[in-house]
T-cell receptor
Framework: DGGITQSPKYLFRKEGQNVTLSCEQN?????MYWYRQDPGQGLRLIYYSQIVNDFQKGDIAEGYSVSREKKESFPLTVTSAQKNPTAFYLC??????????????FGPGTRLTVL | GENVEQHPSTLSVQEGDSAVIKCTYSDSASNYFPWYKQELGKRPQLIIDIRSNVGEKKDQRIAVTLNKTAKHFSLHITETQPEDSAVYFC??????????????FGTGTLLAVQP
């Protein structure tokens, strides 16, 4: 299970607060991704980054922000503007565009609950 | 936009029976189709994948078939065992030629294998 880690495993937030989820990988992967998982809706892409200092919005980026200052790290901030943030958040990484067909490896996830 | 439909959403089989999960994709340029298995409370993990230049791929008890004309692909599990119980996600992606390397996931199938 090593290679890509997320912390914390469980996170509780009060309404109106921003919170940052950590994602770290030691696989030397160029690409990193954040997904949100809700029951019955599969995995939806929030943001992704193909290379350091560059990232793009996914399908549901509103209310979220990211940074990619280091190759190993891709933190996700859930802002107070996100209307329904309670969900399971998964981070993933892959070799990147240069790798052609390549597998995305997932972290263990963070379950965020808004109180 | 790109879309992947997955059916059924839940599937219950008796141990030893076969299970089939079907997916349909919308982007005809998709050329790589991975399947992920997510056990309860764990991260998704790749179990098998297929490229668009292949019609079928098999790995022990699991197989995937692809019909490019109909834009369908399916996961087949034979001789099911209780440890096959999990949520299965199909996905589609266009790799190469300036593609963004974004995986589009289906909504998942909860497979329950009854002993």
């Amino acid at each position: 299970d090593g290679g890509i880690t997320q912390s914390p495993k469980y996170l509780f937030r009060k309404e109106g607060q921003n919170v940052t989820l950590s994602c770290e990988q030691n696989l030397n992967h160029d690409a990193m991704y954040w997904y949100r998982q809700d029951p019955g809706q599969g995995l939806r892409l929030i943001y992704y980054s193909q290379i350091v200092n560059d990232f793009q919005k996914g399908d549901i980026a509103e209310g979220y922000s990211v940074s990619r200052e280091k190759k190993e790290s891709f933190p996700l901030t859930v802002t107070s503007a996100q209307k329904n943030p309670t969900a399971f958040y998964l981070c993933a990484s892959s070799i990147g565009l240069a790798g052609g067909y390549n597998e995305q490896f997932f972290g263990p996830g963070t379950r965020l609950t808004v109180l | 936009g790109e879309n992947v439909e997955q059916h059924p959403s839940t599937l219950s089989v008796q141990e030893g029976d076969s299970a089939v999960i079907k997916c349909t994709y919308s982007d005809s340029a998709s050329n790589y189709f991975p399947w992920y298995k997510q056990e309860l409370g764990k991260r998704p993990q790749l179990i098998i994948d297929i490229r668009s230049n292949v019609g079928e791929k098999k790995d022990q008890r699991i197989a995937v078939t692809l019909n490019k004309t109909a834009k369908h692909f399916s996961l087949h599990i034979t001789e099911t065992q209780p440890e096959d119980s999990a949520v299965y996600f199909c996905a589609a992606i266009r790799v190469g030629g300036g593609a963004t390397n974004k995986l589009i996931f289906g909504t998942g199938t909860l497979l329950a294998v009854q002993p």
